[in-house]
């Protein structure tokens, strides 16, 4: 099964398999986390007992690994050489857990940058679903039958009333400038004020003998007005039609070690562990990035198995053909299990899939679900066929190690 990923800068970068980020849908109707309402509010969950939103903290982190202290960017020198350029070096890239660096680089992203960013996807490899795998190849299994196709609507505008919390991601890698999706979420440690991004493990880092990406920014509400096309808005991306809250450079990133030791730019069983959390800090100003945009979804780990779901929305920027990665896309119904494995029965929990048209660009997107009222993140954009549908990881114990590990190091 193929990844929704990132969007490369360059036809050369089409080689690069970009995960499939797919993101939930929204009421057109009524904006998902719009303007701060009850279903974003910090204490989203606390009074429902069956929703585990991580707010409380009290999850040990038993043997995953927090780098120790405040991250702390390059100095001196070594800044100074990676602002000149030194940042393009992957010769000797860092890949552990701790080794994440990302300096801020004032006026990056220029417009030509973000407008020629681009993603690709690789194929998916789809079994029957009582057939056995072989050898080391991952299948994608799916025990409740295939998804019926949907295409992808246009989400209304402005994003800023309708998807408050969804944006774009850049970022650099050795192929090129890429593009993601991700999704503003709170954070226990800061309740009301939260810096925390959710997107997908392949948008932050490349996986088993890769490293960690570069120069990672978020565009909360990214072309707000739905107006241009991806050249256009690249042209005026520091307008506030473009990026009316700013751009916001990641200064922390955590994923999986799954991701870290299997992921690859091709289905493999590690995308059953594809998510990371982001902590951003802004160009300007000294205000959160939940305070600036009002609002924030709370992460509703260990969600209802997929083929007990009705009603799932997903949500993102795709960017491959026939899309160019500048409008806000949703897809929205009854979800189905697909299972990673090298053979079925699976060892490796089973992931969302829903009918979806969204590809590459929509990876690290947000999926949707309401619950008595309360309208939570259950999952991200991770792989896709490209044209019949998307599938993301179901959050468990180690998603939710991920996202405590992220907050507590801010804390």
Known sequence: MPF??????????AVIAALLVTTTACDSTKGEGGNASASSSDGAGQNDPGVDTGQDGGTPL???????????????????????GGWKDFSHWKSKAEDFTNPYIKDFWTPERVAKAASSIPGVTVADSTST???????MYMPDGAVKRKSATRVATTYHHYAAPVGKLFFSTPQGDMVCSGTVVTDPAHPGKSNLVWTAGHCVHAGKGGGWYRNIAFVPSFDNTGQY??????QRIRSTAVSPYGIWWADWATTSQAWIKGGAHQQTVASAYDYAVIHV????????????????????????????IKTMKVRGYPAESPYD???????RGATKRAVLGYSYPSNYPAQYMIGCTMNGGASG?????????RTY??????????????SGPRLGANAKQVYLATSRKFG
């Not at 929704?4 to 970068?13: D, E, H, P």
């Not at 990665?325 to 897809?331: A, E, I, P, R, T």
């Not at 997107?365 to 009222?373: K, L, R, S």
């Not at 991200?380 to 490209?386: A, F, G, H, T, V």
Request: net charge positive; with cysteine.
């Open 325 to 331: 990665g500048s409008k806000l896309y949703d897809c």
């Open 62 to 84: 038993g043997g995953y690994k927090l780098p120790a202290g405040v991250p702390t960017d390059l100095t001196g020198q070594a800044l100074q050489k990676w602002k000149d």
């Open 133 to 139: 795998g072989g050898g080391g190849t991952t299948y």
């Open 4 to 13: 929704i990923r990132r969007r490369g800068i360059a036809a050369a970068a």
């Open 229 to 234: 096309t991806m050249g256009q808005a690249g």
């Open 281 to 308: 800090k802004p160009e300007k100003g000294h205000k959160s990035l939940q305070e600036t945009i009002g609002s924030a979804l709370p992460v509703w780990f260990n969600a209802p198995a997929a083929n007990k």
């Open 365 to 373: 997107g947000p999926w949707f679900m309401t619950h008595n009222g």
């Open 377 to 390: 993140l259950v999952s991200d954009n991770s792989l896709s066929d490209r044209r019949t549908f998307v």
